[in-house]
């Protein structure tokens, strides 16, 4: 017998709106229990689909298949909401028991000889009348997921891809857990007034509000965390403590010990290998890129190499010009730990920028109204609180988003880092739309890492928060505006070089001067961001880029390119720290430069889906740089209504009913032009 909470957590959620996320009965016994019973639920509801003794039919095969699992996707996306932001050691301990339970129902039902049967006939068929466009593009997308799951093939490989899977869920979950360890125990202490120098007040503030909570009040911690480390690294005058920080940043995951991620890595590349031979791929990257708009990993390649080059030269100058400018009398050469520092006054005596002063203007708050201003003369939306909501912590707030006075969603936004949560940013779909079993409304959710001020003071965003708030809130829009009729061909299942597409697209308007010029203003005062502030930081932001055109981005998407070209099947042992810095070498990486994420710290490539994938934020912002540009040529800028329209109809609403090429094409009147990103920035 299920419990109560059990119960509830599986579904249909309680509340307003078709539900809201029960997060009052999370607990971690409820958690554990409920993953077990929607597991046996699953494939229960399973096996009656494959035994069922009528005909096979898209009724009572297709849709009886994607109307399954529902409570075990209930529960999946509860435990990750929970142990993303507000884990404890039992939630931890929880999330790592339950983590091989689901991932064999793929392969199960892959070797389901009945079920596949019946799938094969339907799609068979599928041209011969009854289903019509989206129904077929759901046929195919079911009978191509079975088969990349191993349908068809001896019974033997298939026990081995069941067992392949599950041991990798294990192994992400560790990984992710090491990294969340070395973050949270790893820390750089401060002295005094020497080992602060350079520090802007609100840093200083924010390291003694970070001793005090490690139990050292008086002193000053950086604790292993990016919003710490970063900052630290950008006005910290005290080079060897930059060296310090830096290191123990950049060995996050990747020392001996406990929390060591590279032992974790050899096991992940050699069994992602021997899953491609066994499903006919020369290797994980080929087995990955197969359905995707690139198509192999030697054209995803191509683009990256090409930016490189590109982005080299230019980034070589960069290193010229800071190291001219610093103080290099003793003849050392810029470091790693000195860029940040050097970029920050390069922009501070050229551009007359000062990111303290950006920032002074940019309160949380304003920030999330202009967000829902933009979206409103977009798209039309109006965000309307919803106090009463069930949250995880007090500072959570939740929306529901309307159009036409309409509810078509349900919005929460968790921007303040706090103990349990994870740090990094993401949106987490909680609830697809979908509309075949009658109206569901979409629940998303914006997660970033934002430090809390101290009690009273308001909560202001560096330029890359706000930056990141815009990123996320475009991946909740391809939710939030999907129209498709089924949740396997909503925008959570689109190709994944096109998921950025929304997101980095949506970074645009954060930089609109008609939106900063509205609500980029000072807390208290409503002081507007001076028009000569804007024009620096418009030619600061030219100079530093985007994070994809940078080497830093550029090295890591290449890196793990490269390492899962090397996932072939052929078991051999892949030296982490020698791979990563062989291929640095062949590419030339300036040693002044580093890598964005390196291998052992890699969230994306061995715990976040980004495997053989950390190219698409590149293949992404090319495309977004394309529509971009229409917008940019339209008689309406950036809120032209038409534009708008084109882009709701064929890419935010159209999800995954289409082929993303063919979507982008609808958009746009042609496949993206490859230049468009480097021509942004005068790169050609």
């Known amino acids: 017998m299920t419990s109560a909470d059990a119960a509830v957590l599986m579904g249909p959620w309680p509340g307003p709106l078709g539900g809201l996320p029960p997060y009052d009965r999370t607990t971690p016994a409820a958690l554990e229990e409920a993953m077990h019973a929607a597991v046996a639920q699953r494939r229960a509801e399973l096996e009656a689909i494959a035994a069922d003794p009528a005909p096979p039919t898209f009724a009572n095969t297709i849709e009886a298949l994607e109307d399954s699992g529902r409570a075990l996707q209930r529960v999946q996306r509860l435990l990750r909401s929970v142990g993303t932001t507000a884990s404890t050691p039992e939630i931890a301990a929880v999330a790592q028991r339950v983590a091989p339970l ?124 990016r919003p710490a480390v970063w900052p630290f690294l950008t006005h910290a005058t005290r080079r060897d403590l930059r060296e310090h920080v830096w290191r123990m940043w950049q060995r996050r995951g990747g020392h001996a010990g406990e929390h060591d991620n590279r032992p974790l890595i050899t096991e992940i590349v050699q069994l992602r290998g021997e899953r491609a031979r066994l499903l006919g791929h020369p290797s994980h990257a080929h087995a990955v890129l197969a359905d995707r708009m690139a198509g192999t990993p030697e054209q995803a390649l191509a683009v990256l190499m090409r930016t490189w080059h590109a982005v080299r030269t230019r980034t070589e100058r960069q290193i010229a010009d800071y190291h001219a400018q610093a103080d290099r009398s003793d003849g050392t050469p810029l470091a790693p730990w000195d860029r940040l520092l050097a970029a920050e006054q390069w922009r501070r005596v050229h551009v007359g920028f000062d990111a303290d002063e950006v920032r002074a203007h940019l309160p949380l708050q304003g920030l999330l109204q202009a967000l829902f201003w933009a979206a409103g003369r977009l798209h039309g939306l109006e965000f309307v609180p919803l106090p009463d909501a069930p949250v995880l912590h007090p500072s959570v707030q939740v929306y529901e988003v309307r159009a036409d006075a309409e509810a078509i969603g349900v919005l929460y936004v968790d921007l303040l880092q706090r103990p349990g949560k994870m740090h990094g940013s993401h949106q987490a779909e909680l609830r697809s739309a979908e509309h075949f079993r009658g109206r569901v409304l979409p629940v998303s959710m914006i997660v970033s890492g934002v430090p809390a001020p101290p009690d009273g003071e308001p909560v202001l965003l560096p330029w890359e928060y706000a930056n990141v708030l815009f990123h ?108 990563e810095a062989q291929v640095l070498a062949e590419l030339g990486m300036p040693a002044a430069w580093d890598t964005l994420i390196p291998l052992p710290s890699s969230m994306h490539a061995f715990a976040g889906g980004y495997d053989a994938g950390i190219y698409v934020y590149l293949w992404s912002d090319v495309m977004a740089a394309d529509a971009a540009e229409a917008w940019a040529t339209a008689p309406g800028g950036w809120y032209d209504p038409d534009v708008a329209e084109r882009w709701r109809r064929t890419v935010l609403g159209a999800g995954h009913t289409v082929d993303a090429a063919e979507a982008f094409r609808r958009f746009r009147g042609r496949d993206p032009d490859p230049d468009a990103l480097l021509r942004r920035f005068g790169l050609i």
């Open 102 to 225: 689901a991932p064999p129902l793929l392969e199960e039902a892959a070797r389901a000889e009945r079920l596949c049967a019946r799938v094969e006939a339907v799609w068979q068929a599928r041209h011969a009348g009854g289903p019509d466009d989206e129904q077929r593009r759901l046929v195919e997308v079911l009978r191509n997921r079975l088969v990349r799951a191993g349908a068809g093939l001896d019974r033997a490989v298939g026990e081995r891809l069941q067992a392949i899977h599950a041991r990798l869920s294990e192994l992400a979950t560790r990984f992710q857990q090491n990294l969340a360890a070395d973050e949270a125990s790893q820390v750089v202490w401060l002295a005094g007034e020497t080992d602060l120098a350079g520090l802007p007040p609100a840093q200083r503030s924010a390291a003694a509000a970070a001793a005090e909570r490690l139990g050292r009040p008086g002193a000053w911690a950086i604790p292993n965390q």
């Open 472 to 579: 996320e809130f475009g991946h909740a829009l391809h939710m939030l505006l999907n129209r498709a009729r089924y949740p396997s061909l909503g925008s959570m299942h689109v190709a994944w070089d096109m998921v950025e597409l929304p997101s980095l697209l949506n970074e645009y308007w954060l930089r609109d001067r008609t939106l900063l010029e509205r609500w980029a203003r000072r807390p208290g005062t409503g002081e507007p961001m001076p028009a000569a502030l804007l024009d620096r930081l418009e030619a600061a932001l030219q100079h530093d880029r985007i994070f994809s055109v940078t080497l830093d981005y550029l090295a890591a998407a290449i890196v793990d390119l490269r390492l899962h070209l090397q996932a072939d099947g052929s078991g051999r042992a892949i030296d982490v720290d020698a791979f």
